[in-house]
Antibody, heavy 126, light 111 residues
């Protein structure tokens, strides 16, 4: 069955960097567009970034552009999110999610997020 | 890019139908059929309930249906059940530079 397992969260001081991981199994990872979405405590969902199935293109929400980098290792079925210059407002549960349409590019990667991981909590605090 | 507008809460009795609205603009909801709906129970990951305005993924009950008119999308839950009590988020592709925007979320309470 499809599994997405995030890891790498924890407590980090403001200004530091951190890399989150999302281990995928049960589906053809190299054929799947992947997203990161976060949810601050008690708040709604916020889309962060998308990467095409082959890593050829990446896009980011305006709010995180320049500080976050999405990447993937298709040989190890793993998605990453590098986060730099962390701020208190980055405190959230971070989810990885798989695009519904296989081998998607462009707008089709936003057809729906079919599978989600359980999330990893990042707390940015001194 | 502002979040899509949803009512903060909607409630209904078991067996009733409820509808949640999601209002955007011509740059998002009104301009594309890439509107999705997600259900989220407390402490759990979101679950895709509707994609591309009105399509249900495999395994999602046909009690859930979606539609769109102009800049407003809607999710209808018929035959309300206790397990439907959750937060519901709409989302849409947007031509703004942010690309994808969620609604603020609606808490559904089963009375």
């Amino acid at each position: 069955q499809v599994q997405l397992v995030e890891s790498g969260g924890g407590v980090v001081q403001p200004g530091r960097s951190l890399r989150l991981s999302c281990a995928a199994s049960g589906f053809t990872f190299r054929g799947s567009g992947m997203h990161w979405v976060r949810q601050a405590p008690g708040k709604g969902l916020e889309w962060l970034a998308v990467i095409w199935y082959d890593g050829s293109d990446k896009y980011y929400a305006d709010s995180v552009k320049g500080r976050l980098t999405i990447s993937r290792d298709n040989s190890n079925n793993t998605l990453y999110l590098q986060m730099n210059s962390l701020r208190a407002e980055d405190t959230a549960v971070y989810y990885c999610a798989r695009a519904r349409i296989g081998y998607c590019t462009g707008v089709t990667c936003f057809s729906g997020f079919e599978y989600w991981g359980q999330g990893t909590l990042l707390t940015v605090s001194s | 890019q502002s979040a899509l507008t949803q009512p903060a809460s909607v409630s209904g009795s078991p067996g009733q139908s409820i509808t949640i609205s999601c209002t955007g603009t011509s740059s998002d909801v009104g301009g594309y059929n890439y509107v999705s709906w997600y259900q989220q129970h407390p402490g759990k990951a979101p679950k895709l309930m509707i994609y591309e305005v009105s399509n249900r993924p495999s395994g999602v009950s046909n009690r859930f249906s979606g539609s769109k008119s102009g800049n407003t999308a809607s999710l209808t839950i018929s035959g309300l059940q206790a397990d439907d009590e959750a937060d519901y988020y709409c989302a849409s592709y947007t031509r703004s530079s942010t690309l994808y925007v969620f609604g603020i979320g609606t808490k559904v309470t089963v009375l």
